[in-house]
């Protein structure tokens, strides 16, 4: 599986993004997808995670409710809606994608990885 992350760029604080990530391959409905991102000298951290349907969604707590992680199994392609951005939210954010699971959380039950694309919010 290959994954590319497209639709990251510069917004305002308060602004909104959202973030494409399309997979190659047939496969695309049996992964479950995630969403990361990664700061400046921090950690790789959990953005937002879906299930194989879609029927299922976990959000880290801190974009609860700002945004949203969606896929489209017929377009192969998993998106993730960031509204009312703060500065905080600025990192480059990956994809990926998880076989074998329904759903996860967990950085090391993902499979593949995309290329990531940066997100800067500016104050």
């Known amino acids: 599986v290959q994954l590319q992350a497209s639709g990251g760029g510069l917004v305002q604080a308060g602004g909104s993004l959202r973030l494409s990530c399309a997979a190659s391959?047939?496969?695309?409905?049996?992964?479950?997808m995630g969403w990361f991102r990664q700061a400046p000298g921090k950690e790789r951290e959990f953005v937002a995670a879906i299930s194989w349907s879609g029927g299922t969604t976990y959000y880290a707590d801190s974009v609860k409710g700002r945004f949203t992680i969606s896929r489209d199994n017929a377009k192969n392609t998993v998106y993730l809606q960031m509204n009312s951005l703060k500065p905080e939210d600025t990192a480059v954010y990956y994809c990926?994608?998880?076989?074998?699971?329904?759903?996860?959380?967990?950085?090391?039950?993902?499979?593949?990885w995309g290329q990531g694309t940066q997100v800067t919010v500016s104050s």
């Open positions: 391959g047939r496969t695309f409905s049996s992964y479950a």
């Open positions: 990926a994608a998880s076989l074998g699971l329904p759903i996860t959380i967990q950085r090391g039950n993902y499979d593949y």
